[in-house]
Each structure stands twice: as structure tokens, then as C-alpha cells.
């Protein structure tokens, strides 16, 4: 059975910063999905990760997988106040997402 | 516009009642999905459906009733509601795994 789980659950950082979201799953998934979440919105996809050594980039967020280790990681550059929301990730099993618990991002000024 | 659409966004209604949520997209995706996020934020999984047929039906109680009259559309019936109920409710539909796209969400507060 599939388990994801992603740290920190909480994290408050200053603009100008970097840091990284990890996403632990705990048997194979085909691929990995990291979505992102605003206060009392939907989910957006940001990464679909679908082979060893995917990484993708949009803006300051870069996603990669290791499906070796079974890690995929979700790492922001120089943190700007537009991108405090909840981050998500999910791994594929059986035809549905299994999800983590979420990294509530708050980035303060 | 392309998209999942919901109705209604919120919902609110006594104990007891019975309640429907709609869902529809017009992406031409092939599954559709209804999902509970609780209080804490945690997205669990109810049902699936895969060009109609239910795939997947997770441990919900009977008085959740998914239907499906075509690929486009999958609806959640709810019957004799609790306050237990109240979530959001979300409608998802995917193509392959190739991503997930998500309804807005619909807040259902029972009271």
C-alpha cells in the first residue's frame, strides 16, 4: 500500500530565501504529482514527475524524483510572498492519487 | 472555457436532509473522481469512474452515492446528512494520469 509523506507540514520563511519540501512515498509509483493549494481554493497542478531524474521548473518552484530513494522534492528560490499557499504532493496507485498531508507555506515580508 | 465545473460552491443544510453535488467537464477526460478534504486539509479518495463504470469505492458510508449518466458528468448524492458530513467536496477528472484537474470545491456545512 502506497504512503506519502511529505515534511515539514508547516513552514514560515522570509522572502529571499530558499528551501525545499520533501515528499517521501513509500512503494513504487509510476509517477508524482505536486499541486498547490490557496486558502478556501482548488488544487492546481504544478509537476507531473515521471521517470528517475525528472526535474522541471516553472518560475522559482523546481520539482525532481528520485524514484530510487523514493523522493521527490520541491525546492523554491528566492521565496516571494505570492507563493504562500499549501503545497501538495501525490503519488499513483491503482488508479488513484495517494496523497501527503501538505506543507503550508507561509512567506512573510 | 475548459474546465471542471461544480455546483453548487456552497452548501449549507439541516441534519437529515439529502443533498446533491454536480459535477461536469469538458476536457474529454475518461475518469472522473469525487474527493472529501476534512478540516485539516487531508484530500481522501470516495470514487472513480472510468468512462461511467465505478473503479474505485472507497470505505464511505451508503449514504454516499456517486452517478455517472455519461463520461462528462459525475454527481454525489448524499442521504439523511450528519454533521460529520461537512467537508469540502471536490470533483476531479484525469486522461491517463497525465495530471489531475480539480472542480472549485464545494462547501457543504451541515447543521
Known amino acids: 500500500e502506497l504512503k506519502v509523506e511529505q515534511n515539514p507540514l508547516f513552514l514560515s520563511m522570509q522572502e529571499g530565501k530558499n528551501y525545499t519540501i520533501y515528499c517521501n512515498y513509500s512503494t513504487t509509483s509510476d509517477r508524482l504529482y505536486w499541486y498547490r493549494q490557496d486558502p478556501g481554493k482548488s488544487l492546481e497542478s504544478l509537476f507531473v514527475l515521471l521517470s528517475n531524474g525528472a526535474v522541471k521548473q516553472e518560475g522559482r518552484l523546481m520539482a525532481s524524483l528520485d524514484t530510487k530513494a523514493r523522493l521527490s522534492t520541491l525546492h523554491i528560490t528566492a521565496a516571494v510572498h505570492d507563493l504562500s499557499a499549501t503545497y501538495f504532493c501525490?503519488?499513483?496507485?491503482?488508479?488513484?492519487?495517494?496523497w501527503g498531508a501538505g506543507t503550508k507555506l507561509i512567506i512573510k515580508p | 472555457d475548459t474546465a471542471v465545473s461544480q455546483t453548487p460552491k456552497y452548501l449549507v443544510t439541516q441534519m437529515g436532509n439529502d443533498k446533491s453535488i454536480k459535477c461536469e467537464q469538458n476536457l474529454g477526460h475518461d475518469t472522473m473522481y469525487w474527493y472529501k478534504q476534512d478540516s485539516k486539509k487531508f484530500l481522501k479518495i470516495m470514487f472513480s469512474y472510468n468512462n461511467k463504470e465505478l473503479i474505485i469505492n472507497e470505505t464511505v458510508p451508503n449514504r454516499f452515492s456517486p452517478k455517472s449518466p455519461d463520461k462528462a458528468h459525475l454527481n454525489l448524492h448524499i442521504n439523511s446528512l450528519e454533521l460529520g458530513d461537512s467537508a469540502v467536496y471536490f470533483c476531479?477528472?484525469?486522461?491517463?494520469?497525465?495530471?489531475?484537474?480539480f472542480g472549485s470545491g464545494t462547501r457543504l456545512t451541515v447543521v
Open positions: 501525490a503519488g499513483n496507485s491503482n488508479y488513484q492519487l495517494i
Open positions: 476531479a477528472s484525469s486522461q491517463g494520469g497525465a495530471g489531475y484537474t
